[in-house]
Structure formats: structure tokens, C-alpha cells
């Protein structure tokens, strides 16, 4: 694949394509209350007081071991010391795979939309910041895993988002050039990502955005449901 090239797609227009890539967590599947559940069961091993769950959301998308981070220093730029870091890391990964998909839910509009794209033709990937090993199990027990051709986690590769080699990856593998693939998302690394690899993005108002207003975010469009975002892409050859 050649470098990215940018996209000239304005704000408003129908977006030509041949794929698109979804984000998982805030985009797809709402799955704060797993993730606080293990991240609180990890603090309580580690004896220390929980946190609320609208704190663990807003704590997530840059991976689990940022979020092990944030968790222990109650900071979204905070580093816990590495001994200390290390055994609550592994915890909150055992925690997690016990945690993982029992309370997510899907967002509104997802299956129709998802539904939509494949209808139009449209090739789906997912992109996600989220260890591998908690993808497959995810998508299969919310029942979306057959939607995607390509799924690519936070540890796939050498670099996660907001780096754009995930989606670069996704466009060599699917033979398209960046141009031809929307990437949909609720957050500024979906956003960055996104942009760095020359691709028209969409935004969804909903999900965890770290703190970064999805208006402030240099997008095409904001979208409130993957539905609406189906309807502005229009399917090419």
C-alpha cells in the first residue's frame, strides 16, 4: 500500500466507498459496565476503593494497560509505578475474561446499520484498541462476529490507534486504497487515526470519548446512530 493520500470529501456529501471500518467499544458495543466490573474487582485486589462506572468510561480507548493506569492513579494521564502496574495489569485481564460480554449491549441502530452496509455491498472491518483475545469472544456472544471480514486488536500489530497502521493494514488486506474505506467512531484516536491514514471518518456522539467533545473532532459528519451513517455511504465499484 502507498502512502496515504488525503480525502476530499466535504462535510455533508455521500461518501463514496468500498468498505468500512467500525471501532468496537463505544462504537458498536456498549461495554462500560464489564469493563468496570473488572477494572473495580482488579482495585480490590490491590485494596483499593472502586470507581464509579461513568469513571472507568471515561477512562477507556487507549487500551487495556492505559486504562490499568488510569484505574490505579485515578488520573486519565496518570502512570502507576511498573510494580505496581504489572500484578494489576495481569488481574485486571483475568478479571476481564470473566467480565467480558456479560453486560455489554449493542447500541441503537447498530444491527440495521451493519445490516444496511452489507446490503450496499460494503466490506466491515473492526478496529479496536482492545486486546485480541477478548474480541472474537465479544462480537460471537453479541452476535455480530459473522459481519466482519477482518478484525484487528490493540495488539495485533506494532502500533494501535490513534497511529494509523491499523487502518492502512485493513486497506492492504482488503486491496483498497484509503480513500475507498470509511472508518466510523466515537473518539479523537478513531478521528486521528483515521485522518493520518487519508480516510473520510464519521462520528458517533455516543461512546467514550475520553473527554473530547465529538463536535470538536475533525470528522465528516456526526452521525447519530450506524444507521444514519449507512445512509450517507454510497457504495462504489
Known amino acids: 500500500m502507498g502512502p496515504a493520500v488525503q480525502t476530499s470529501v466535504r ?3 455521500a461518501l463514496r466507498a468500498r468498505a ?11 461495554t462500560a459496565a464489564d469493563l468496570a466490573a473488572a477494572v473495580n474487582a482488579m482495585l480490590a485486589d490491590a485494596g483499593r476503593p472502586t470507581l464509579p462506572t461513568a469513571r472507568v ?24 509505578p511498573e510494580a505496581e502496574f504489572e500484578p494489576a495489569y495481569r488481574a485486571f485481564l483475568e478479571h476481564y ?6 453486560h455489554a449491549v449493542l447500541y441503537p441502530g447498530v444491527l440495521a446499520g451493519l445490516d444496511a452496509m452489507r446490503a450496499k455491498g460494503l ?12 474480541i472474537a469472544p465479544l462480537l460471537e456472544q453479541c452476535g455480530i462476529a459473522h ?5 484487528v486488536g490493540g495488539d495485533s500489530l506494532p502500533r494501535r490507534k490513534p497511529d494509523p497502521l491499523p487502518m492502512l493494514h485493513v486497506c492492504e488486506a482488503f486491496g483498497l486504497e484509503p480513500a475507498q474505506v470509511v472508518a466510523i467512531g466515537d473518539s479523537l484516536n478513531d478521528a486521528l487515526a483515521a ?35 449507512a445512509g450517507l455511504i454510497e457504495a462504489c465499484a
Do not use: C, W
Request: hydrophobic letters at 45%; aromatic letters at 6%; zero cysteines.
Open 195 to 229: 485522518r493520518a491514514a487519508g480516510m473520510p471518518v464519521l462520528a458517533v456522539p455516543y461512546g467514550y470519548n475520553e473527554g473530547h467533545d465529538v463536535r470538536s473532532l475533525d470528522v465528516d459528519a456526526i452521525v447519530s446512530s450506524l444507521l444514519e451513517a
Open 20 to 30: 468500512v471500518i467500525l471501532d468496537l467499544d463505544g462504537t458498536l458495543l456498549d
Open 11 to 13: 462535510k455533508g456529501q
Open 147 to 151: 459481519y466482519f471480514e477482518l478484525v
Open 97 to 102: 475474561r470473566v467480565e467480558n460480554g456479560r
Open 57 to 80: 468510561a471515561a477512562y477507556v480507548g487507549k487500551g487495556a494497560a492505559v486504562l490499568v493506569h488510569r484505574a490505579l492513579t485515578d488520573d486519565p494521564a496518570g502512570r502507576a
Open 123 to 134: 466490506r466491515l472491518a473492526v478496529v479496536t484498541n482492545k486486546p485480541s483475545v477478548f
